[in-house]
């Protein structure tokens, strides 16, 4: 099989496993993977996921890929509050939340870390496109926040709190208090509730 008409049947995926490849062609020749990889056809995102190199020209697809090679998983975290401007840094490390284990993938997008929760608590996200054929899994702006207090139980003082830096402005126009309690109160956690309250009572929220 040539490289060519390899390229021509998969790129539109953008990411793609080995068992699509399998499905398309049962007899393919694991080797030119490989191959293909180390003469910088195709980057290898994490054991048995790739993409083309053409893609990292394109804005958003390493949260794309975020999704496809860990899932079920969304962005979250520290990953989504920078997006909706609600933390001033730039976040580096791509942050996603699963219900799979916790783990970490580096490839030539950037590092990947996924933090568990419980499969109960997968909801509070949203489709974001990015073409007419792919989406992006992206916590609402409430998830994310009760997604760090959650997973982070340090942020249990004000003044751990405050060190977050959170964007008070922000905070007023993104977050929605009423969406905010009612996913609280779905992770049936004490500890959560008590860490929401001192937030807003440090943000005067």
């Not at 009760?146 to 959170?166: A, I, T, V």
Request: proline share 4%.
């Amino acid at each position: 099989m040539s490289f060519l008409d390899f390229k021509n049947q998969l790129f539109d995926l953008a990411c793609f496993n080995i068992h699509q490849i399998n499905a398309w062609q049962p007899e393919f020749n694991r080797n030119n993977l490989t191959r293909w990889v180390k003469k910088g056809y195709l980057i290898r995102l994490r054991q048995g996921y790739f993409t083309f190199p053409e893609y990292k020209k394109k804005p958003d697809y390493f949260l794309y890929f975020s999704n496809r090679i860990y899932r079920p998983s969304y962005i979250s975290l520290q990953s989504a509050l920078s997006f909706y401007g609600m933390i001033p840094e730039t976040v580096v490390q791509i942050m996603a939340v699963t219900s799979l284990k916790t783990t970490t993938f580096n490839n030539e997008f950037g590092g990947f870390t996924y933090r568990n929760i419980k499969e109960n608590l997968m909801f509070g996200y949203t489709l974001r496109p990015i073409n007419e054929n792919h989406n992006i899994q992206f916590a609402t702006p409430e998830k994310a926040l009760l997604d760090l207090l959650y997973l982070f139980p340090f942020y249990n003082f004000s003044q751990e709190l405050e060190e977050l830096r959170l964007d008070e402005d922000t905070l007023q126009t993104e977050i929605n208090k009423e969406v905010l309690w009612g996913y609280c109160s779905r992770f049936k956690s004490k500890a959560l509730e008590f860490r929401l309250k001192l937030l807003l009572k440090t943000y005067n929220l």
